[in-house]
């Protein structure tokens, strides 16, 4: 079965300082992606990075990096420079390749703080 | 950029009634899903649609839920007798192909159910 474990249901941070998002997961699959969305407060759902299971390198969107550490199953989101208008939910979402289905974690909740 | 449309943007109905949510994925894409989300709460899976059929569904999917794409561009929701628990926000979702491709998500029908 798979699964995503997100442990931080609420995170605080600076506006302009870097920001952690964790995320673990759980497949016996070996090929699989990592997807992270971003939700604001009006709901929409906002694709932000991906990161495939055999990608050597993290990947990178901008502002937002993925710490993908395959060995600890992880694959955590970071945010630099914090801006005003990252306060959302964030969620880590995996997809195995044998299936179609995305499998969503719980969600961490960010407040950047001016 | 194209988008995944959903109507209506809310839905209020009387418990034990039918509703129907609409959607409108992209124009190329293959795989077409439904979510759902309580109050803010875990995105949940309910149910993939490929190649004119269900390719997965959930537990939550059971025999009040039916979906269908009767046109080659509309996919609906079907709910045959809502209860109070189906008051949530459905989104519906697509996707081009398997791995890599991300999820593009609708804007979402915010259902209360009374």
Not at chain 1, 83 to 97: I, N
Not at chain 2, 43 to 71: A, T, W
Not at chain 2, 78 to 93: H, P, Q
Request: with cysteine; hydrophobic share 35%.
């Amino acid at each position: 079965a798979q699964k995503i474990t997100q442990t931080q249901p609420g995170m605080f941070v600076q506006e302009k300082e870097a920001v952690t998002l964790d995320c673990t997961y759980d497949t016996s699959d070996q090929s699989y992606g990592l997807f992270w969305y971003k939700q604001p407060s009006s709901g929409e759902m906002i694709f932000l990075i991906y990161q495939g299971s055999y990608d050597e390198q993290n990947a990178t969107e901008g502002r937002y990096s993925l710490n993908f550490q395959k060995a600890r199953k992880s694959a955590n989101l970071v945010i630099s420079a914090s801006q005003l208008g990252d306060s959302a939910m964030y969620f880590c979402a995996m997809r195995v390749d044998t299936g179609n289905q995305f499998y969503f974690g719980t969600g961490t909740s960010l407040t950047v703080i001016p | 950029e194209p988008e995944v449309t959903q109507t209506p943007s809310h839905q209020v109905t009387q418990m034990g009634q039918e509703v129907i949510l609409r959607c409108v994925p992209i124009s190329n894409h293959l795989y077409f899903y439904w979510y759902r989300q309580i109050l803010g709460q875990k995105v949940e899976f309910l149910v993939s649609f490929y190649n004119n059929e269900i390719s997965e569904k959930s537990e939550i999917f059971d025999d009040q839920f039916s979906v269908e794409r009767p046109d080659g561009s509309n996919f609906t929701l079907k709910i045959r007798s809502t209860k109070l628990e189906d008051s949530a926000m459905y989104f519906c979702a697509s996707s081009r192909g398997m791995g890599n491709e991300k999820l593009f998500f609708g804007s979402g029908t915010q259902l209360s159910v009374l």
